[in-house]
T-cell receptor, first 113, second 113 residues
């Protein structure tokens, strides 16, 4: 069973702090890695995508990928109350029938002002 | 401009009924998906279509039948609805199956009574 694991949280940080979200995956053949943010009652929206080992920065967000350890993380700097949401890690996995994104169960982030 | 749209947004129905959910994308993508998000917020792939052809069919009851009249549309028909079908159903699309970013529709909240 191919899996994506995340701590469900909640992860609570004060405004202005760094939030660190972690994700591990089981399929060594995975090539594409995504972080989605989902507000309550809304659809998932893409925050970051990363395809190669190392760091990728976009504004206050940094995604980190370590394929050897099968580990993806998302850092949110200067956290804001508006960052309070569920963060979903998604990894592509190739099966017999094709390629699909497998999602983790999400980490709930709460940023207090 | 709505990139991925779904109708209806809400669907309340009785057990045993048959219902359909429609999805349309105007992004020019070749691949479309149906996901189910249960009460615990776990987002799971149900089906994937590439250029109107079914490429992924996860373990989903036969009561669920996707249909793709063209590559911009993917509909989901559900027969003999059961209480356990209550969930949020998301349609998504991407330019390259499982590798590129998937864009999600607003979701259809289905409640079976």
């Amino acid at each position: 069973q191919k899996e994506v694991e995340q701590n469900s949280g909640p992860l609570s940080v004060p405004e202005g702090a760094i939030a660190s979200l972690n994700c591990t995956y089981s399929d060594r053949g995975s090539q594409s890695f995504f972080w989605y943010r989902q507000y309550s009652g809304k659809s998932p929206e893409l925050i970051m995508s990363i395809y190669s080992n190392g760091d990728k920065e976009d504004g206050r967000f940094t995604a980190q990928l370590n394929k050897a350890s099968q580990y993806v993380s998302l850092l949110i700097r200067d956290s804001q109350p508006s960052d309070s949401a569920t963060y979903l890690c998604a990894v592509n996995m190739v099966g017999q029938a094709g390629t699909a994104l497998i999602f983790g169960k999400g980490t709930t982030l709460s940023v207090s002002s | 401009d709505t990139a991925v749209s779904q109708t209806p947004k809400y669907l309340v129905t009785q057990m045993g009924n048959d219902k359909s959910i429609k999805c349309e994308q105007n992004l020019g993508h070749d691949t479309m998906y149906w996901y189910k998000q249960d009460s615990k917020k776990f987002l799971k792939i149900m089906f994937s279509y590439n250029n109107k052809e079914l490429i992924i069919n996860e373990t989903v009851p036969n009561r669920f039948s996707p249909k793709s009249p063209d590559k911009a549309h993917l509909n989901l028909h559900i027969n003999s609805l059961e209480l356990g079908d209550s969930a949020v159903y998301f349609c998504a699309s991407s330019s390259l199956a499982g590798v590129e970013t998937q864009y999600f529709g607003p979701g259809t909240r289905l409640l079976v009574l």
